[in-house]
């Protein structure tokens, strides 16, 4: 099993990013799949979760309602779209499945002017 992130980079304040997650090496659209962020200093934490048909999604409160995860079965993979970027969102993100335990490499996103 295999994650790999891409589209991070750096955006100005108020910016967005969409961060993309292809998973192989299982079969994607039975499981769970999350997005986590760790800044510098800080622990790891969880921002989104999305199930397996992508009805139920969840969010940390810090990103409510300017993140939004979602998936596409037929390709494999998960997205993380980030609205309304702030400087505190600035961390490398990861995805993650838990089934398996399997982190991809993770992808940096920098807020700053």
């Known amino acids: 099993a295999q994650l790999v992130e891409s589209g991070g980079g750096l955006v100005q304040p108020g910016g967005s990013l969409r961060l993309s997650c292809a998973a192989s090496g299982f079969t994607f659209s039975h499981y769970a799949m999350r997005w986590y962020r760790q800044a510098p200093g800080k622990e790891r934490e969880l921002v989104a979760v999305?199930?397996?048909?992508?009805?139920?999604?969840n969010y940390a409160d810090s990103v409510k309602g300017r993140f939004t995860i979602s998936r596409d079965n037929a390709k494999n993979t998960v997205y993380l779209q980030m609205n309304s970027l702030k400087p505190e969102d600035t961390a490398v993100y990861y995805c993650?499945?838990?089934?398996?335990?399997?982190w991809g490499q993770g992808t940096q996103v920098t807020v700053s002017s």
């Open positions: 999305i199930g397996s048909d992508a009805i139920i999604t």
């Open positions: 993650y499945e838990a089934r398996f335990g399997v």
